[in-house]
Each structure stands twice: as C-alpha cells, then as structure tokens.
C-alpha cells in the first residue's frame, strides 16, 4: 500500500493555514474600516429623528465612523450637546460645536454622543435629536 508523503501533506496543511490567515485578516481588515452612516436613513435630519440608532435595527457605531447629517439649512441645525444639553434640548455647554452646511460630515470619537436641533423647539416638540454609543 502507497503512503503518501509527509512533507507533501505538511505543505498542504501550510497553504491552507496561510489562506486562512489571508482570509481572516481581510475581514478584519474589512470590519476596520470607517462606515458612514445616513442619519435618519432617507428621511434625514428631520423631526422624529429620535428612535434613529436603534430603529429599525441597532446600528453598530464604531470610533471613526462617519455620521452624515443631511438637513434643509433654513430648518435645522447640528449641534453637538453634552448629557444637559440632550435631556433639555439646550445649547449646553454654551461652546457646544454647532454644524449648520445642511450636509455635515462629523467623525466619530469613542464615547456616548448627542446630537440635537439647536432651531427653535424642533428639538423638544419636533424629536429632532439623537444619542449613540460609539465603540473602539
């Protein structure tokens, strides 16, 4: 009866092991990289925009990911608020970044995050805010 050779079957065995780590290393190459994520998906920055991270399926936010805000400019706002400043639907801290381009692009940092509508009471009657947990 033939044997087959062991250094044959090694060779097979290295190959495989060597694809398998190509294989895994794009996608972990591939899950690394930043998203963009359409705030409000089609809708947009808009009243009701509230239940947006975890509706209809949570969204899982990663730091350097990109949240795009798209928004009639003569409606709304983006203002980046702390914890107060969410719960309240004020400018808080009273430096709190304000975007206004109706097309933002803001890179996520680690961290819970808040964003509301610093227009008139869009935030606390309209629901335009959002509040998201962002990972390493």
């Known amino acids: 009866m033939a044997r087959g050779s062991s250094s044959g079957k090694l060779a097979e065995h290295g190959l ?3 694809f398998l780590m190509l294989l895994q290393g794009g996608v972990e190459q591939a899950a690394a990289r930043p998203r963009e994520w359409y705030v409000g998906d089609q809708k947009g920055w808009t009243f009701g925009v509230m239940g947006w991270p975890n509706s ?3 969204k899982p936010f990663r730091e350097g990911d ?5 928004y009639d400019r003569a ?3 983006v203002l980046q608020a702390d914890d107060f ?4 639907c004020t400018r808080h801290p009273a430096n709190a970044t304000v975007y206004d381009s109706g097309n933002d692009r803001i890179r996520l940092s680690r961290g ?4 509301i509508s610093g227009v008139s009471d869009n935030c606390y ?3 335009v805010k959002i509040s998201l947990t962002v990972r390493p």
């Open 66 to 70: 990109v949240l795009v805000f798209k």
């Open 16 to 18: 495989l092991l060597v």
């Open 112 to 115: 819970l995050i808040n964003f």
């Open 56 to 58: 209809p399926t949570f």
């Open 75 to 77: 409606a709304q706002n």
């Open 85 to 88: 400043g969410f719960g309240t």
């Open 125 to 127: 009657k309209g629901g």
